[in-house]
């Protein structure tokens, strides 16, 4: 979903430059949705920040990093400030499903202060769905910078944890 908005229309645009006439169907999903059509010869091509697939049938390469952050509305409570990890435990979440790395790595790093992870108010596969939430209420969620985009309405939050670095 990040690459859906952040990297496809440059991409589409150039393509379509260099092979007039050619016609793209372009499929948003997951990573559990699009590996397995990519399997099926369903897809040509997939592009996302998850792992590398390590399976001799594909090739996979390097085409940017994102960085994964705490985002929230503009002007929500927590802004302005540095805040713990133990603060953020106690606000509504959305986040994507369990099986996607970046929420993965989200509850591995409340683990790894002996902290239960977040447990989401809302679940969603919907990258559209999960920024428009955030926008409209005090949710927070862990997203990848590229999907949030140069958003006015949207911010990362000052949370006292590391980076976390995702190749596309």
Sequence with gaps: ????????????????????GIELEITEGLVDELVP?????ELDLAVGSWPRVTDAAFAT?????????????????L?????????????????????QRW???????FFGQGLSPPHPAVISNSATYLKALLRSGDYLS????LLVGDSTDLSPLDVDMPV???DV
């Design 37 to 41: 059509a990519l399997r099926r010869g």
């Design 164 to 166: 976390f670095a995702a």
């Design 103 to 109: 929420r993965q790595q989200l509850d591995e790093l």
């Design 61 to 77: 390469e390097v085409l940017t990093s994102d960085h994964i952050l705490v985002y929230a509305r503009s002007g929500h409570p």
């Design 1 to 20: 979903p990040s690459m859906a908005s952040a990297l496809m229309p440059s991409v589409t645009r150039q393509l379509a430059a260099r092979q007039p």
């Design 79 to 99: 802004q302005g400030r540095r805040i713990s990890l133990e603060e953020l435990g106690g606000h509504a979440w959305a986040l994507p499903p369990a099986s």
């Design 142 to 145: 862990f997203l990848p910078r």
